[in-house]
């Protein structure tokens, strides 16, 4: 427990063996120890495993102030990734209408939180999303639902955006889909060098709106100046 030569109070043995239940040596070792049919580690394990990250960085698991912090992590992880539950088809069901609006259908701003898979660390922004609709439309409140979906999972900020445009081309089948997300990465603004804006900007433009120039101007400008 004396990991960084600080000085910290030896655990009683209850303590130590509770620490040594929870440690995990490898990754493969944490998987090994998972249910066969599921491959998942049990909650009890990923719990121990963020008590091994503790200890890891020089802290002292067992101090108060810690003590729930695993299960805590753990349950906030589960929150972030509850997007691995939910799929399209059942997210939109029942909220598909057929319509003949053919005009430009725009939700802007729509305010996403995601984590990014490579150091599990947030990047978060705005989410804008148009289509033109071909015979059917979907409920307002769906889409903001739907940037969740992707959002809570472990993403790069590219696919995010690709994900949501090829929802909404499968499920309306519409004359076209724009989606663009801005964002900002602590990955990027915490560690290294850090870049004080360090905003990132991704766009996936489908139909309409990759052959028609008009279509997309018109699409970028009611996203830029609030116009929507
Ligand atoms: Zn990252």
Do not use: W
Not at 6 to 19: C, G, H, Q, Y
Not at 52 to 79: C, N, T, Y
Not at 128 to 152: E, Q
Not at 189 to 212: C, E, I, N, P, Y
Request: proline fraction near 4%; charged fraction near 25%.
């Amino acid at each position: 427990m004396n990991m960084n030569g600080k000085n910290v109070t030896p655990l009683s043995s209850t303590e130590t063996a509770d620490l040594a239940a929870l440690e995990v040596r490898s990754p493969r070792e944490a998987i090994s120890r998972t249910s066969p049919e599921t491959a998942r580690p049990s909650q009890e394990n990923a719990e121990g495993m963020a008590a091994g990250l503790l200890a890891f960085v020089g802290e002292d698991p067992a101090r108060e102030g810690l003590l729930r912090s695993p299960h805590r992590i753990v349950e906030s992880l589960k929150f972030l990734t509850t997007g691995y539950e939910e799929n399209v088809e059942a997210l939109l069901n029942g909220a598909i209408f057929h319509e003949d609006y053919d005009d430009m259908v725009v939700v802007k701003d729509i305010e996403f939180y995601s984590l990014c898979e490579h150091h599990l660390l947030p990047f978060y922004g705005k989410v804008h999303v148009a289509y033109v609709p071909n015979g059917k439309i979907v409920g307002l409140s769906k889409i903001p639902r739907l940037v969740d979906m992707f959002a809570r999972r472990l993403q790069v900020q590219e696919r995010l955006t690709t994900q949501i445009a090829e929802a909404l081309e499968e499920v309306l089948e519409p004359k076209g889909v724009a989606v663009v997300v801005e964002a900002v990465h602590l990955c990027m603004l915490m560690r290294g060098v850090q870049k004080q804006s360090a905003s990132m900007v991704t766009s996936h433009v489908r139909g309409v709106f990759r052959t028609d120039r008009a279509t997309r101007a018109e699409f970028m400008a009611l996203i830029k100046n609030g116009g929507a």
